[in-house]
């Protein structure tokens, strides 16, 4: 069972920068997928950005510009450096993984996920 934890995530004003981090320590994190996601009350949980093994990279169209993903294979993370936050940023970002290239981008493709951490955005 691959455990997944988030840490970062906090209240900020528009316009300023958070940094999400996701530890996913098991031996296979290397050839796994990671994405980041996020969800609002009442509404499904949209993908935001993902990472491929061989680090490529896959950005919803809100936050391309704006947001970077990365990872450190070394320390079993990946990161989502969020720049330029904008209310609309607001929502709980859920980290998860899956076996295989990031797409399709849904999060039912998606087989383990950590817990969530609040990302707060005030105008």
């Known amino acids: 069972q691959v455990q997944l934890v988030e840490s970062g995530g906090g209240l900020v004003q528009a316009g300023a920068s958070l940094t999400l981090s996701c530890s996913a320590p098991?031996?296979?994190?290397?050839?796994?997928?990671m994405g980041w996601f996020r969800q609002v009350p009442g509404k499904e949980r949209e993908f935001v950005a993902g990472?491929?093994?061989?680090?490529?990279?896959l950005y919803a169209d809100s936050v391309k510009g704006r947001f970077t993903i990365s990872r450190d294979n070394a320390k079993y993370e990946v990161y989502l450096q969020m720049n330029d936050l904008k209310p609309e940023d607001t929502a709980v970002y859920y980290c998860?993984?899956?076996?295989?290239?990031?797409?399709?981008?849904?999060?039912?493709?998606?087989?383990?996920w950590g817990q969530g951490t609040q990302v707060t955005v005030s105008s």
């Open positions: 998860a993984q899956k076996l295989g290239p990031i797409s399709p981008v849904i999060a039912s493709d998606y087989d383990y």
């Open positions: 098991e031996v296979t994190f290397y050839i796994k997928a």
């Open positions: 990472i491929g093994a061989a680090h490529s990279r």
